[in-house]
């Protein structure tokens, strides 16, 4: 995924543009596909960016809950999925989540700094909580996984082939794998975006790999045997294992900055989903798009917010019928990012290899060499995010990923045919761009 960014962040130079995945797709297609391929990845990216909010906020409200588990607290009819109480109980503190992030949304631009910044630090300190206190705890309560365990011992609960068992393990990274093209989507409100902007995908991607490969390896030192882990009945097992390590207030602080830091996630992807929704409205691929691509005095789109907040509550409302309805829905969230992120580096391969070269972050001699292993990289990502997780297969067990994938792209294509050119991403559009990517000098 480093050179996934890198190769991103080449083309996020050229063209810092807000709502700039899909227009670094189509102009990584040429002329030719550009409007194509500018229609596929900007239904894409909007239904990913619009679902991971929703499912971020449940990820919260889940924090929250599992604090009953910990005290022992009895919930009507129980706690589990197939309680229609607990649901709504769900349903409820998420949407109550969704509403604090889509809130800060509504503050002053000067305010925004501050809430990146604050959440950095929750995230920090998050980190080097666990990196300090998790294990003095897990040393005096039930002691460390061995060596041994960590790095050799496998555990088949899933009845796949034991390789693509193997394999699916890349669904534990799944939220860390996206989401790094976030900075160049508010390109176009950055100071020397062609540089700043591109720097904040690479960096990004890096601290997110480095910071979470130190977590993976931390985690599997300090989690129980897998007979504890599976006797855990909380939505977030890990509230549980900070109380079985840092004792039931040590656990209540933890889950206190985990669920502050979700909350500041969510903020900042609305922030930058927010963008990209604004984008693809302005240039009139969305219903409503006269609405909705239009921004308040001080230049913010607060219409896009509003519609990434409609979106998302109706989202959570799925929890209600049924858990797995939501499940389903959320799960296909990091799926068209994915296959984005696999689409453009084949679209450069093949089809622009020489273009974009006004970049800063030129890739120079090891271009070609990058876009096919980010190409053939993000294909392995995204066929793991659509694979059953189970096997055999049942209706059960299926993962309808991949039929919310085809019905978005459908959507997408069906857009292409029937919008006219006229309105969106005109050919001479594409040129001027393309154009301007090759030859632009910086103010």
Known sequence: MFITAAV????????????????????????????????IVAWWACTAWMTFTASNCQATANFIVSQMAVWDVNFPGGVGNDNIQWRALIWGISELMLLLSVAMNYLPPRLYSFVFKFSVG???????????????????????????????????????????????????????????????????????ASVTAAKGILSSAIATGVLGFATTILFLFCTPDLDTVFSLNAPQPFVQIYALALGKNGSIFMTIIAVLGLIMNSTVAIVASSRLVFAVARDGVLPLSRWVGCVDSKGQPRNAVTVIYIFAALLLCTILPSQVAFTSLVSAGAVPTIAAYALIPLLRLTMTPNHFQSSHFRL??????????????????????????????????????????????IFAVSSWYLIPEEKWLRREQVLQAMRASEGHEED
């Open 122 to 192: 929750l995230m920090m300190l998050d980190f080097f909580l666990c990196l300090i206190w998790l294990p003095i705890g897990v040393s005096k309560t039930y002691g460390f996984r061995s060596a041994k365990e960590v790095f050799t011992m496998t555990y088949n609960g899933t009845g796949a082939p034991p390789a693509w068992n193997w394999i699916l393990s890349f669904l534990f990274t799944a939220g860390t794998l996206t989401g790094f093209d976030a900075s160049g989507h508010i390109a176009e409100e950055t100071m020397n």
């Open 364 to 409: 120079g001699k090891y271009a070609k060499p990058f876009y096919l292993c980010a190409a053939l990289f993000n294909t392995l990502i995204f066929a793991v995010d659509i694979s059953p997780f189970y096997f055999p297969v049942t209706a059960d067990t299926f993962n309808f990923a991949v039929v919310i994938f085809i019905a978005i792209t």
């Open 8 to 39: 991103l962040a080449e083309i996020c130079s050229a063209l810092p543009l807000s709502g700039s995945i899909y227009i670094w797709a189509a102009e990584s297609a040429g002329p030719k596909y550009a409007r194509l391929v500018g229609f």
